[in-house]
C-alpha cells in the first residue's frame, strides 16, 4: 500500500504512521527525518531548513519535492508518506512522479489541544531525550526538570514555544489543509479523530487504513 499522513503540527500524524507501519509491515518517508539529517550533516539546505523551521515556516515545494523524489526511487515497494505533500503543488508533483496512493488519513486535533501538547513539550540538550510535563515527565528535582537520562536541565525547543506553534497552525490551515479537499475530490481522504489516548487513536487509524 501507499500511504499518506495529514494532520495539523502536533497533532500525531508521525505516531500514527509508526503504529501503521509496524503492522503492516510498510516503510514510513518522514520528510521530518530527511530535513533533520540534512541539518544534521551541516548541507547548504539543512542549513537553511534548520533557520526557516525555527520560525515555523514551510520550505519551498521544488527543495522538499527533490528530497522525496531521491527518496522514493530507492523504496521498492509500498511506503508510508509523512510530512509530504504539505501543500497541493506538492501533490500535484508527487502524481506527476506517476505515485498512485491508496489511502490518505487525516489526523485531526482541535488547535488548542495542539498549543497544550507541545507547551508541554521538553528535551534534553545534552542527550538529546525528549519528555512531556503531563504524559512522559522528566525528573523534578524542587521545581527544576531535568533529564531522567543524564541528569541535565532540559529546554523547550524554539518550535514547541506557544507562539512559534501557533504561527506553524495558521501556516498549516493556509497552506495545507487544502489538501483534505484535493484528496476528498480523489475518494481517497479518510478522516481520523484524535482521541485522549494514543492507543485509541491508532486503533481507529488502523481500522481507516483498512477500509474499516
Known amino acids: 500500500m501507499k500511504i499518506i499522513f495529514l494532520g495539523a503540527p502536533g497533532a500525531g500524524k508521525g505516531t500514527q504512521a509508526a503504529a501503521v507501519s509496524r503492522e503492516l509491515g510498510i516503510p514510513t518517508i518522514s520528510t521530518g527525518n530527511l530535513i533533520r539529517e540534512a541539518i ?29 523524489r531521491e527518496k522514493l526511487k530507492t523504496v ?42 507541545s507547551a508541554g513539550r521538553r528535551f534534553c540538550p545534552k542527550c538529546g531525550a525528549t519528555y512531556h510535563v503531563q504524559y512522559n515527565p522528566p525528573r523534578n528535582d524542587n521545581g527544576t526538570l ?8 532540559v529546554a523547550v525547543r524554539d518550535d514547541d514555544k506557544e507562539d512559534v506553534v501557533r504561527h506553524r ?41 483498512k477500509g474499516n
Open 40 to 68: 544534521a550533516n551541516g548541507t547548504p539546505v539543512g542549513l537553511m531548513a534548520k533557520d526557516i523551521i525555527a520560525k515555523g515556516q514551510l520550505l519551498s515545494d521544488d527543495v522538499v519535492v527533490g528530497i522525496v
Open 76 to 117: 521498492q515497494s509500498g511506503y508510508i508518506l509523512d510530512g509530504f505533500p504539505r501543500t497541493v503543488a506538492q501533490a500535484e508533483a508527487l502524481e506527476k512522479m506517476g505515485e498512485d496512493v491508496d489511502t490518505v488519513i487525516n489526523i485531526y486535533v482541535p488547535d488548542e489541544v495542539i498549543v497544550k501538547r
Open 146 to 153: 531535568l533529564c531522567a537520562e543524564c541528569g541535565s536541565k
Open 169 to 209: 497552525l495558521e501556516v498549516y490551515h493556509e497552506q495545507t489543509q487544502p489538501l483534505e479537499v484535493f484528496y476528498e475530490k480523489r475518494g481517497k481522504l479518510r478522516t481520523v479523530i484524535g482521541q485522549e489516548e494514543v492507543a485509541d487513536t491508532t486503533a481507529l487509524t488502523l481500522k481507516a487504513v
